[in-house]
């Protein structure tokens, strides 16, 4: 854009502030995710048009309540503020505060006031301070921070102009440090610091001394004086909790001055809905109340749009197949590209109404409840009561769900979450459990009520969590890992879930499952199609050999047809490679037509269904006679007998609630835990689970 | 004295006193929990973890363990 | 001509799978504490 210059901006301040409202209203929807380089953390940035001739770049950053780090999101805030050359490194700093914790929020502000970058103090939630009867004394506040504050309710929508107007303005702001902590700690020690980090704030030098691992961006002569400096380790902690205390104090009396709370005018809802929701008995109760109801949910409003797409992308694989020149790249377009595709855009309604859920019942607070009431059971299990959205999550899928576990501080118990959460049944196994539940399992009802292929589904889903649990408490008793519990989490107020915030969550958890997993079974689905069109000298001689084979037979051109689709098939590459792995699959009541279905599956579990249409449509030459169902309840083996009865079924069912088949996943699992050792582990000890209880189902139920 | 946040019944309010620099991290503090502040127990989880308590304005949870670490005077 | 199109394609699958499982982010290792 001429005339306009770009500046970063970042956006900083303590989570359940109001930050990400913030953002959203400064940047509406010019806003991606992307990635830091080396770091599982995404990346938040959007564009802001502050005034005419100035754009900027606003980065959101992860909430934080301190700028030393304790999880993994938290290390991106001091590395963009503490590098210069870090391409996101801010030009100036919004720290977003609001009115009910102001204190608190003052220590993460005061923290980044010191570094001399130039700040802002926005203070949030401005429309509920005379609910709460609390007042600010805003122009006293100004003059003790030596910082401009603007009083903002993005949820009203109010101040977000003033604030553009004063960011015209940030290159005067005050860049004085406002927490002289260090003299009153020790005088001698921070003139050393102050001398040899002349070049920058002492409170920044502070901070690179006190972290834990060298910043990268350091130079040597740097680390070699710090390494001095900090080498007397009891010292520096005993330092840093002084100054954390001194820190507070500065803020407390300034708070003295400018902020009184009228607790007569305060309602006290929070309490009140405290009791119920944490209660021992009700809080369990409502909590599962809330879980079926979202599965529930799932499951009535998916079906539809489904349905839809379904369809949508099956007409327009034909509508490829009729307007396009016939050849073999509109095969792969009309059988290859566009099912793939479709295979993933189908799961977008489960997945996008799950994190609805989920990120509604964040927004309102609820989520920190629930964390609360599962921590103690989830700790027998090695892992953590955060862990509860990560296990919820997978239902939907394991990408965002493996994701969804960057928040869990303890190196362990995060682990454990990241390598359990695959068993939770995700969306992709349920077009699979239900074609093999309406196949093998009777549509009687037991008892009256139950109606069995329910309660076989409803079986498998906790069979997937039971799975989950007991490889968590294997794990936990197995991995030597120290397991360093920094278990603290804000119980934050309560409040109505913002539309729009939610909307975004949901984008952005959706974009992360598409393109986590959709370029991946892309990619496979072509190739997957490439080896069942293709196949060595026996294939392409497929027409003429049957032909010839058949010449006496008397059979017609469309039973003929037949056969040369069938022989085709079995003579592709997919089609050795189907048997090549027989010997392996036969032992848990599979043939070689069911391997190709499982090695396609590979890039999806759904697959798996559309796989074995192919293959029987493809043996009938794509007349598609009856349903898929029909077809594979009519198709036999060798010696008659059906190939789809109980025991096959039921060892299929048990093999895809334990495989861990889903590529995706292993991926972002190895981006989540940057070594390929669990990703490993999880594909040949799941694996090893699928194979021996699908292989026992089947010998006890023949 | 030899009370901590972990010997505080529901409802009942302390002080904090010093507390061992191993045993306390860093971001306890930073969220607030400091010598000298008020600290009061709101609820504790079923299976008695983690405490729900409210100390120098913020509400947080913490585990049993930690809090056995914070001593206080009850008040 | 259909069918350099479908090998195009299939290159261009197979690079991009082989390029997602073996080729680690090697862009700048962990910075600052990494709970490793």
């Known amino acids: 854009m001429e005339g306009s210059v770009t500046t970063n901006i970042a956006l900083v301040g303590n989570p359940n502030t109001g930050k990400t409202s913030l953002f959203n209203q400064l940047t509406g929807l010019k806003q991606k995710v992307g990635n830091y380089p080396g770091i599982t953390v995404d990346k938040k940035v959007g564009v802001c048009k502050i005034s005419e ?71 949030n939630m401005a429309d509920q301070m005379e609910r709460k009867g ?28 003033t604030l553009k107007r004063k960011i015209e303005n940030y290159k005067n702001w005050n860049t004085e440090p406002i927490a002289s902590t ?49 080498s007397d380790k009891v010292k520096i902690k005993k330092y840093q909790h002084k100054e954390t205390i001194f820190r507070y104090q500065r803020i407390n009396e300034i708070l003295k001055k400018v902020y009184k709370v009228d607790r007569s005018q305060a309602t006290d809802l929070r309490s009140k809905l405290d009791r119920v929701l944490t209660h021992k008995v009700f809080g369990y109760v409502i909590f599962a109340v809330v879980l079926f109801t979202i599965f529930q949910s799932i499951f009535e409003w998916a079906s539809l749009p489904m349905d839809y797409i379904d369809g949508l992308f099956a007409d327009f694989s034909e509508l490829v197949k009729t307007n396009f020149p016939a050849g073999k790249f509109t095969d792969l377009i009309a059988e ?31 989520m920190s409840r629930v964390v609360f009431l ?21 239902t939907a899928c394991a990408i965002p769900a493996v994701m969804a576990s960057r928040n869990i501080s303890s190196w362990k118990e995060r682990l454990i979450t990241i390598l359990v959460v695959p068993f939770t049944t995700c969306s ?41 649990i007991i490889s968590a408490i294997l794990l936990h008793k197995i991995l030597k890992i120290e397991n360093k519990s920094l278990f603290v989490i804000e119980m934050p107020n309560y409040k109505i879930p913002s539309i729009k915030n939610v909307f975004y969550e949901v984008v ?105 249409a192919t293959i029987y449509s493809v043996q009938s030459d794509g007349n598609n006679v009856g349903t898929i169902k029909e077809r594979m309840a009519a198709e036999v083996n060798s010696i008659g007998e059906k190939r789809f009865d109980l025991p096959t079924g039921i060892s299929l069912l048990l093999f895809y609630a334990f495989a861990m088949q889903c590529v995706g996943t292993l991926a972002i699992v190895k981006r989540e835990t940057k070594s390929w050792k669990w990703p490993l582990l999880q594909l040949v000890s799941m694996g090893a689970l699928a194979y021996i209880c699908a292989f026992a189902a089947f010998n006890l139920l023949s | 004295m030899g009370d901590t946040i972990a010997s505080l019944k529901i409802g009942e309010k302390g002080v904090i006193d010093d507390f061992s620099l191993d045993a306390i991290p860093l971001s306890l503090l930073e969220m607030g929990c400091l010598p000298g502040k008020e600290v009061r127990l709101i609820q504790i989880a079923p299976f008695l973890d983690p405490l729900y308590i409210k100390v120098n304005g913020s509400h947080l949870a913490i585990r049993k363990e930690m809090a056995g670490q914070i001593n206080i005077t009850k008040i | 001509m259909q069918n350099i199109l479908v090998y195009i394609a299939l290159g261009l699958a197979i690079a991009f799978l082989i390029r997602k499982y073996f080729f680690s982010n090697k862009k700048g290792s962990c910075d600052i504490d990494c709970d490793c």
């Open chain 1, 428 to 468: 992709a196994r349920l077009p699979v459990y239900a074609i093999l539940i309406a196949l093998v399992i009777p549509d009687k009802r037991i008892f009256g009520i139950f109606n069995l292929q329910g309660l076989t589904l409803m079986a498998l889903y906790l069979l997937g969590f039971g799975a989950a």
């Open chain 1, 53 to 123: 001739d100035f754009t900027a770049e606003i980065i959101d950053l992860p909430g934080t309540y301190s700028i030393n780090p304790t999880t993994l999101d938290e290390t991106i805030v001091l590395e963009t503020l503490l590098n210069k050359d870090n391409e996101s490194h801010p030009s100036l700093v919004i720290v977003v505060a609001e009115v009910e914790n102001l204190k608190r929020n003052l220590l993460l502000f005061s923290q980044i006031k010191d570094l001399q970058i130039p700040t802002i103090l926005v203070i």
């Open chain 1, 508 to 612: 952005e958890k959706t974009k992360a499952f598409i393109f986590g997993a959709g370029k991946i079974i892309l990619a496979l689905s072509i190739v997957l199609w490439f080896l069942a069109s293709n196949g060595p000298s026996s294939f392409k001689n497929a027409e003429a050999d049957v032909t010839l084979q058949e010449q006496n037979s008397g059979l017609n051109s469309e039973e003929l047809q037949k056969k040369i689709a069938s022989y085709k098939l079995e003579h592709s590459y997919i089609g050795y490679m189907g048997k090549t792995i027989e010997p392996v699959i036969k032992p848990m009541g599979y043939d070689w037509k069911i391997g190709i279905a499982l090695i396609s599956s590979f890039a999806a579990r759904e697959v798996f269904v559309g796989a074995l």
């Open chain 1, 182 to 230: 260090a003299d009153r700690i020790d005088k001698d020690f921070f003139n050393t610091i102050r001398e040899d980090f002349s070049e920058m704030s002492l409170y920044k030098a502070w901070l690179l001394i006190t972290q834990q691992k060298y910043c990268s961006f350091l130079t040597e002569e740097q680390k070699v004086k710090i390494g001095k400096l900090k």
């Open chain 1, 374 to 394: 599962m921590d103690k059971i989830m700790r027998k299990f090695g892992m953590s009561g955060k862990s509860i959205i990560p296990l919820v999550s997978g």
């Open chain 1, 336 to 366: 290859g590209v566009i099912p793939g595709i479709g295979g993933v855009i189908i799961f977008i309604p489960q997945i996008a109404i799950l994190f609805m859920f989920i990120s509604a019942l964040e927004e309102t607070g609820y």
């Open chain 1, 134 to 161: 609390i007042s600010i004394d805003i122009e006293q506040l100004k003059t003790e921070l030596k910082t401009e504050v603007i009083l903002i309710s993005s949820r009203k929508k109010t101040g977000i102009e």
